[in-house]
């Protein structure tokens, strides 16, 4: 099953999170893959 996505607050450092340009305070949250050294090389070679 694909995951819904949500908006949140988000704190950081003890400081809720709100945008500068327009004040909104949620933000959507996703899980990203970084490319590592093995998988590097593994699509390299």
Known sequence: MANIPTSKQQIIKGKKLT????SNDTFWERETLMNTVKISLILIG
């Open 19 to 22: 945008c500068t340009v327009c």
